[in-house]
Nanobody, 123 residues
Framework: QVQLVESGGGSVQPGGSLRLSCAASGRIFGSNAMGWYRQAPGKQRELVAGIAPGGSTNYADSVKGRFTIFKDSAQTMVYLQMNSLKPEDTAVYYC?????????????????WGQGTQVTVSS
């Protein structure tokens, strides 16, 4: 029953900024790692940034120094601040996490994906 919903995408010029949001249906980010992925047409989906329950982060080399992942104190929202955007950043961005679910039995780890939000960077 865990759900993730992304928002904040849009169209910007090179050098512009966007902030993406990922809203969870519960306080899952206090116990589960979360990642932002992106997928451009014809390309494989790639990890952009990740954050662990304790707050440690990691980034793809292509976005280091430009993107920042962070979450709120309530552990229900995760954000991706995107600065100095480039045309190569154009993609659909997805929020992702892994949770343990009890249905169907037995309990198991399940990957959860948001619906995606489009980011377009062009002149």
């Amino acid at each position: 029953q865990v759900q993730l919903v992304e928002s904040g995408g849009g169209s910007v010029q090179p050098g512009g900024s966007l902030r993406l949001s990922c809203a969870a249906s519960g306080r899952i980010f206090g116990s589960n790692a979360m990642g932002w992925y992106r997928q451009a047409p014809g390309k494989q989906r790639e990890l952009v940034a990740g954050i662990a329950p304790g707050g440690s982060t990691n980034y793809a080399d292509s976005v280091k120094g430009r993107f920042t992942i962070f979450k709120d104190s309530a552990q229900t929202m995760v954000y991706l601040q995107m600065n100095s955007l480039k045309p190569e950043d154009t993609a659909v961005y997805y929020c992702h996490t892994k949770v343990v679910v009890a249905v169907p039995f037995p309990p198991r780890s399940v990957e959860v994906w948001g619906q995606g939000t489009q980011v377009t960077v062009s002149s």
